[in-house]
């Protein structure tokens, strides 16, 4: 799978800041969306490259 080590330590960086990531069912399943603890989705729709920036953004 292409780009899976980052997006596996994107995953990682935001579970560490409470928040949870999965892959979106057809037809987005080349997207993904951020949920809370409570389960609640907190953005949805982002590419691979923008799940890898909104993690290194919420890790500083």
């Not at 579970?15 to 949870?20: A, H, P, Q, R």
């Not at 069912?25 to 982002?46: M, S």
Request: aromatic fraction near 10%; charge should be negative.
């Amino acid at each position: 799978m292409l780009f899976e080590k980052e997006i596996k330590e994107a995953q990682n960086k935001l579970y560490e800041k409470g928040y949870y990531t999965c892959n979106m069912t057809d037809p987005y399943n080349d997207q993904y969306e951020i949920c809370d603890r409570d389960g609640n989705i907190v953005i949805d729709h982002l590419s691979v490259s923008q799940l890898i920036q909104l993690s290194n953004m919420i890790a500083r």
